[in-house]
């Protein structure tokens, strides 16, 4: 299968429609793609491979309209197995095709495909490569994110190969119009995938403007026909833009953390604030991660287990410092049945990466007090989202 995205440049990726993890750590609840591009001319150009185990397919894909012995340069954007896996494949069938990518690329390549750095060609910024009628230009975009990534810029068709910059987890749709949710899910991706990046994110937009872009193709997702949308998205997302948004996070036990987390809650939205509340037992991580996309405070909720926080308090807490979401406040509650700890590991885990406004912690199920302390609570933290 392939399909012309414009004039002898066409999709020759595959389309993984079952596979439901990746990295063991985010659900793919509509299968993923990788895509890979070729560009056929005086040089042929294949700009990036596929999941290994899909090698068959895409020499289907690329035999259908040059085969892949017709390759001249291999462009590795990202050197991630999902980009990088079928390059040994590639250049196993063809003896003459050369691998085109940074100088940290070109050490993962030797490192991890043992491609021979004799057919290996370093790129720069702002390196280009006439193809003969197409040039191909060369853009460094580190950290986004691995070190070694880099986007390829297609110059008389305008034509951005961006990997997994402006990438979204799904199998479905050629084109970005043809997923009515898409941005839900270029969300998502963004969250899970390039939120710790920001600063890196912010540098290759400016890097960006210096070029028009017509088509955004990326390694994952449809491709963008229509790129303004995604561009400005990224703008706002890259610049930690929030909104009057909480995200109400809780664990629970017996139920009397779920009773407070519930509260505030219903506080939050009496006071006009837009919330989302995840239960950590049954929450999808991609959506809670899509949420913290923008939302410019957080509730964290959790009972006391053997002296500290419900387990996957834990585990969310290392997620939430990891991907450096834009949230500005918070407030954390818990419950313990005879020992306290829980609010107090919270509260270190958070450390500085937000204001801690209250903290609650109460034995057993809240009195009619502290239920009245969390109202309180809610109210302050409405005043404090709205004001931002
Ligand atoms: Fe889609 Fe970082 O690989």
Redesign the pocket.
Known sequence: MFFEISKNVYWVGVKDWNRRMFDALIPLPRGTSYNSYLIVGEKNVLVDTVNPGFEAELKNNVGSIVGLENLDYLVMN?A?P??AGAIPYVMSLNGKVKLLTTLKGSKMAQTYYKVPPDRIVVVKNGDQLNLGGKTLKFIEAPML??PETMFTYLQEDKILFS??FF?AHLAEGLFDDDVEDLPVFAQKYFGE?MMPFKVMGKAALEKLKNFEIKVIAP??GPVYRNPNKILSLYEKWVAGATREKVVVVYASMWGSTESMAHLVSKTLMSEGINVVEYNLSYADLGDLIKDLVDARAVVLAAPTVLNGAHPLMVYFLYLFNALRPPAKYCIIFGSFGWAGGSVRQIKDAVGSNVEVLDVLEVNGRASDAELAKIVEAGKVLAKKVRGA
């Open positions: 990202h991630e999902d980009h994110h691995w990997c997994d990438g995938i390694s994952h």
